[in-house]
């Protein structure tokens, strides 16, 4: 076999060119290059550069996705891409030989989607375009093999029909089971011919009732038409769910890929598979993948037929399987990273569909970059790119606790995806969405015979996946390894009725809201609801990785805990502080909300304080716990900051059993205590309370409260302190909008600061600042750091206030708002730069001219969103503090915003 020679990929044309919608490749020679993705997308840069490397690859064109975008603005393409289509396809007639959909050897495409980003199965597919019913049959004449022929058009009326025409899918599904059925066929490949062209006579009839037309005969109107379908594909539902999860641009568009088709269902010397050249769910380096006889790629990724891993293709075909070897080798080290690939083989000969870049698990993802430093691919540099920060939650997800229990394994399926998942079974992805509820308490496991792109909301809500059918690429084990979810694909043991609602195995049949576990790194489906274990960060491979990044991060990562063992946690996995302590979680607790209550239902000051000093030593103790933990690193505290009606037992609750009591017992004591309380619980009542009586505005109207936390912070500092361990305290007053709030109970803080150095007989550093969630004190934030040492932002409370959005209940109108495009993320999950953020800039520049060292972090969840990082990092925060479980993600985006400054000032770049 000749040697191939991959070449360094071209200079980026000119993506603002007007002039050139359509980008030829065959021949040995390319239009475009490997280097032009925004143009080209994924799918066709991958197969200009592999065209232009003399790889076999099937010749065709690319409409480059200006035209998308053209359509998406015009609702229709210009007549110059049409004119530049039909010239590109005269060409490809030219160099095959052949007329598109006549003759009596047919030209037949494939039209497919390809974005700039991966998005795999969220937009459209159309294969055999140009057969007709005369075509067809010049197709089973010219390859001898008429069952080939009518399989390929059934294949294109059912594409067409459900892909362009917008019929669905199952009503060409129940037509082909009906026929296995009638023929007693267990597998597609066991329909004759003649049953074959049965089934598209019923798929004809088909498109008739649903589309009111006939299926189009003109291979030139199918050709616009699957071309403009692809396009509006684009806007559907499940790739504008995928682009809003993963963040990607909606007005980047899609890229139409039109390729001369090689059958990989002519027989049992062709065949179609996919591959990554290194184990995606792993990382291991050994040739992964899998294929089919007698089959077309949709077969494979669809999970409709279970694959054979492609070890066997080198006992069936080892010539092809030696070549295939060798183009990915070469393929992956020319992109210098994991590639997934698509092959056909026709007749014997192997034909490469597609390469690019591989998604794989957070796991993968660092031993694959690991692998390629040592191998000499990449830089250290480049490594931490590799890695998404999102994806080290990979070693942070649960095992299952198979010491607590007996373990009943039901089936063994494919291992798709790691972690383990325990939730209760539902079939659909409406239910799946609906029993997991707005906040996903309820956890569920999507069972499915496979998954379709549809199924994606489902699936984002799911803790896990399973499928009877489909391997280790097919659309369930892809999506749900970029979602970093557990996943059991393949599990053949078990039949899915999802019409009945049944999973039926080993003689047992599970309905809807049954348990089970699954083990994604296994592949085991378990009976039962399993407890789980938490994971370990004490990874070596990770702490490799993290040890490459850590010289890059600018800014601090610290953690929002309240307890000492949350701190701990934090702690090991890299945390260098704690940059919020939430003080009224402490007052939650069993032996404590008492105390609370009674302060809360004092009419008087006297009263007020009382309550208080019973409190001070379970407080104190709090913080003694915290500051041991963190053995000389900083710990904020937050004073109390909730409306104290959040204290007290429901006001509905109260009326209820107060009802129940004077029905019952109307002269008991317990009757006067609970109408004493509804009367302080209405008392407390406000109509808004995040805007009502709260933070700093309740040590103002009890400045006892204000002190005894104070006095709790300075006790716990010295005792702490006397036992020889250091401690960093930040008093944080919380909801400030003014100068004069800060000064007043940043004087009584200091005042009781130094009645207890005074009383102790020792001195210890501390700081007060304030938490910024306020507008206001954004734009007045050179006032008030006259008087705060240093900044928090609160961005929860500042994007609720910025916005106008109660976070509680956003998630009313934040659906529509996403579906209708209003707005590209959710404003509590990412950080809005434009609003929230350029509030936190004003704040940030006016908080340093008037304290030019001023300390300034961030506590809310946005410190733990990777993209938020990184504005952090812009605007020149000191750190992000961030729960416990997104100390990884948080560091690693740290260091990636780092090392993209330093390649921005050096004119590098990274891969």
């Known amino acids: 076999m000749a040697t191939v020679t991959l070449p360094e990929a071209g200079v980026q044309q000119n993506a603002k060119s007007s002039t050139k919608y359509v980008y030829f490749f065959g021949g040995g020679k390319a239009d475009g290059n490997g280097k032009m993705k925004d143009d080209l997308g994924g799918k066709g840069a991958g197969l200009a550069e592999m065209t232009n490397a003399g790889l076999p690859v099937p010749p065709g064109f690319t409409i480059q996705t200006e035209a998308c975008r053209e359509y998406m603005r015009k609702g229709g393409v210009s007549k110059e891409v049409d004119r530049q289509m039909q010239d590109a396809l005269a060409k490809l007639e030219a160099l ?215 070890s066997e293709l080198q006992k069936i075909m080892p010539q092809v399987y030696d070549q295939l070897r060798d183009i990915t080798t070469r393929l992956e080290k020319h992109y210098h990273d994991m590639q997934d690939f698509e092959f056909t083989i026709q007749d014997g000969k192997l034909y490469m569909l597609q390469t690019r870049n591989g998604k794989r698990t957070g796991r993968a993802a660092v031993r694959v970059a690991i692998q390629m430093v040592d191998e000499g691919l990449i830089t250290k540099e480049e490594a931490i790119f590799r890695v998404e920060p999102n994806q080290l939650y990979d070693f942070l997800v649960p095992r299952l606790d198979e010491k607590s229990t007996k373990v009943e394994v039901l089936a063994t399926g494919l291992p798709a995806s790691p972690g383990a998942a325990v939730g209760q079974i539902v079939f659909t992805a409406e239910d799946a969405v609906k029993k997991a509820g707005h906040d996903r308490k309820n956890p569920v496991i999507l069972v499915r015979a496979e998954t379709t792109p549809e199924d994606i909301q489902g699936m984002e809500v799911a803790v896990g996946i399973l499928t009877s059918r489909g391997g280790m690429t097919s659309h369930a084990a892809v999506v749900t390894r970029g979602m970093g979810k557990c996943c059991v694909a393949g599990a053949g043991d078990i039949q899915v009725d999802e019409r009945a609602g049944e999973m039926r195995v080993k003689g047992q049949v599970f309905r809807e809201g049954d348990w089970i576990s699954l083990d994604g790194t296994t592949g085991r489906v378990i009976k039962g609801k399993l407890n789980t274990l938490e994971a370990s960060s004490d990874d070596a491979e990770l702490q490799k990785l993290m040890g490459w990044a850590e010289p890059f991060r600018k800014i601090g990562v610290r953690a929002n805990a309240d307890i000492p063992r949350d701190a701990i946690q934090a702690k090991n996995f890299g945390a260098e502080g704690i940059g919020l302590c939430r003080t009224e979680h402490m007052f939650f607790a069993e032996d404590r909300i008492p105390h609370m209550r009674t302060m809360i239902l004092a009419d008087n000051e006297k009263d007020r304080r009382i309550a208080l000093k019973k409190l001070l030593p379970m407080q104190r103790a709090d913080f003694i716990g915290l500051f041991k933990a963190m053995n000389g690193l900083p710990v904020t505290i937050r004073l109390l900051d909730p409306p104290l009606h959040e204290f007290l037992p429901k006001r509905e609750e109260l009326m209820v059993e107060i009802a129940v009591l004077e029905a019952t017992k109307p002269r008991s004591a317990k009757l006067k205590e609970l109408r004493t309380l509804l009367g302080r619980v209405e008392e407390l009542h406000e109509f808004n309370p995040m805007l009502g009586h709260r933070g700093c505005r309740l040590g103002i109207t009890y400045p006892e409260i204000t002190e005894m936390q104070a006095r709790a912070i300075f006790e716990a500092m010295v005792a702490v302190d006397k036992d020889g361990i250091k401690t960093h305290a930040e008093v944080m007053i919380p909801l400030i909008s003014t100068v004069k709030e800060m000064a007043n109970q940043g004087a009584i803080v200091r005042r009781v600061a130094e009645e207890v150095f005074k009383e102790k007989g020792r001195h210890v550093h501390y700081l007060v600042g304030t938490m910024i969630e306020l507008p206001r004190a954004c734009l007045v934030a050179d006032e008030i750091a006259k008087e705060a040492e240093f900044f928090s932002f609160g961005t929860n409370d500042l994007t609720q206030t910025t916005f106008g959005f109660s976070r509680d209940d956003v998630n009313k109108v934040l659906p529509t708002y996403l579906a209708e495009g209003i707005l590209k993320q959710d404003p509590f999950a990412a950080i809005d730069r434009d609003g929230v953020g350029e509030l936190v800039r004003i704040g940030i520049e006016r908080g340093r001219k008037t304290r030019p060292k001023l300390e300034v972090g961030i506590c809310g969840e946005h410190g733990g969103d990777p993209s938020s990082v990184e504005f952090c990092h812009q605007v020149g925060m000191d750190y992000v503090s961030c729960s416990p479980f997104r100390v990884l993600t948080a560091r690693l985006a740290a260091a990636q915003a780092g090392a993209s400054d330093k390649l921005k000032v050096e004119g590098g770049r990274t891969k």
């Open 96 to 310: 095959q030989g052949q007329k598109l959909g006549t003759g009596e050897n047919p030209l037949l495409v494939s039209v497919r989607s390809g974005a700039k980003f991966s998005m795999p199965g969220m937009m459209d597919t159309i294969l055999n375009l140009g057969l007709n019913d005369k075509s067809v049959e010049s197709l089973a004449k010219r390859s001898n093999n008429p069952r080939f022929a009518a399989d390929s058009y059934r294949r294109l009326i059912q594409m067409f029909g459900n892909v362009v025409l917008e019929i669905p899918k199952s009503a060409f599904d129940e037509v082909f089971d009906a026929k296995k059925k009638q023929k007693k066929a267990k597998l597609d490949t066991e329909l004759d011919a003649k049953a074959l062209k049965e089934v598209i006579e019923e798929y004809k009839k088909i498109v008739k009732k649903h589309a009111k037309r006939d299926f189009p005969q003109d291979p030139h109107e199918q050709l616009v038409m699957a071309r403009d379908a692809v396009f509006r594909s684009w806007q559907n539902d499940r790739a504008k769910h995928y682009r809003r999860i993963n963040n990607i641009d909606d007005m980047l568009g899609t890229a139409v890929n039109v390729q001369a088709m090689v059958y990989g269902n002519l027989g049992e010397t062709s065949g179609t598979g996919v591959g990554f050249t290194r184990n995606p769910a792993t990382g291991a380096k050994e040739f992964y993948g899998e294929f089919l006889m007698n089959a077309q790629g949709e077969d494979v990724v669809s999970g409709v037929r279970t694959p054979v891993h492609i």
